[in-house]
């Protein structure tokens, strides 16, 4: 297991490379080229200027979170196959580039959901939280603006101005798209793309949904544990994996976290690993990584990585905004490094016992 820290880019992100390079433990970082529209190929130059400046400052490139998936690949428009030409180059030259992790998502329109973006915790922290009865009363353009951070130079990953704006279009073209389709979508999409990930021998691993139910009547399929294991073995090969997020997947309270990671020994190539406090069967908010903090057992979900043989990058998930720290949401430096030391604690407790 390695620990990493997500980050956005110099452009993007609050947090720079030194602070995470400080973390004792993060020896790597998980990145994006943020400003790539989906289906759009990523060249090797341009990877490699990301890998040189991550270089620089004493880290290196753990994965890619995410290469996004276009709508016309979700949604099986006629540009599909074109769009995963592109995605096959950019894995290609991710592949000669020697990065071997992709987390993407299958969400349609819409990716991480949350009601609001700074809920004030009663330690005065605020977080993300996600409440149903707020959705069932709004529309999704509504909720776009609830999305759109107050202050202009901070960024929300997909949730982007650009990409709203043409958000009533987005939604016409899920029209005739069930869970059956997106499920046949993803197949089709997986079988074009594993000959190059056999290749350059690049893991694949898809994000639960978040929440893990539909949201505004779209379909969601990477929600419960009878649908991972449908999307495994639908296209049985190592390379076809998850990136196991427990606060996405353990939003529902009918998914039992530790199981679920144990079922899918092997197909885990990414862990996000954070908490939630459950509030009432409608209500969540982003807790502190710590057990007593939140809803989770985070020591039985570590242990069930750990006993499943678990070797790939992990991250913290998202955090609190603590001591006045402003950034994006969920992605502040201060919560997120108090979250690697908590998990690294927990790895190193249950590796020294069973080795005992
Ligand atoms: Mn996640």
């Known amino acids: 297991m390695e620990m990493t820290l997500r980050w956005y880019g110099s452009k993007f992100d609050t947090v720079t490379l030194k602070d995470i390079r400080q973390i004792p433990g993060v020896t790597g970082v998980i990145t994006t080229r943020y400003e790539a529209a989906p289906g759009e190929v990523w060249t090797r130059e341009q990877i490699q200027a ?42 290609e030259n991710l592949g000669k580039q020697d990065i071997h992790l992709v987390c993407y998502n299958f ?42 951070p107050d202050d202009e130079n901070v960024i929300l990953p997909g949730w982007e101005p650009e990409r709203m704006e043409t958000i009533r279009e987005v939604m016409k073209l899920y029209q005739n798209v069930g869970e059956e389709e997106l499920f046949a979508n993803l197949k089709y ?19 639960p949904d978040d929440p893990a139910w539909s949201v505004f009547g779209l379909p969601r ?18 390379h076809n994996g998850v990136a196991f997020c427990t606060g996405a997947y353990g939003s529902s309270p009918a998914n039992n976290v530790p199981e679920t990671i ?10 996000h690993v954070r908490n939630l406090k459950f509030n009432s069967p409608d209500d969540f908010e ?13 020591y039985e979900i570590m242990k069930a990585l750990y006993e499943s043989g678990f070797d790939g990058p992990m991250r913290p998930d998202h955090g609190r905004m603590i001591w006045g720290e402003k950034a994006m ?11 690697a030391m908590y998990l690294l604690g927990l790895w190193e407790a249950i590796e020294k016992n069973s080795k005992r």
């Open 107 to 148: 969400m349609p329109v819409f990716d991480w959901t949350r009601t609001e973006l700074a809920r004030v915790r009663p330690d005065k922290s605020t977080t993300t939280a996600y409440n149903q009865k707020a959705i069932d009363s709004t529309t999704p353009y509504e909720l776009f603006d609830m999305m759109t």
């Open 189 to 207: 999409f997986l079988e074009a793309i594993m000959p190059v990930c056999d290749k350059y021998d690049i893991k694949m691993a898809i994000h």
């Open 262 to 271: 144990r079922k899918l020994a092997g197909r885990i190539h990414f862990a």
């Open 286 to 298: 982003e807790a502190a990584h710590l057990s007593s903090d939140g809803s989770f057992d985070m």
């Open 50 to 91: 990301m890998q040189d400046e991550v270089a620089a400052a004493g880290l290196h490139i753990s994965g890619i979170e995410s290469v996004n998936v276009s709508d016309a690949i979700k949604a099986a428009l006629p540009e599909r196959d074109q769009h995963i030409e592109n995605y096959i180059t950019t894995l």
């Open 221 to 238: 399929i990477i929600n419960s544990q009878e649908n991972l294991l449908r999307l495994i073995h639908m296209v049985d090969n190592v």
């Open 329 to 339: 949401a969920g992605y502040g430096l201060y919560d997120r490094a108090l979250g």
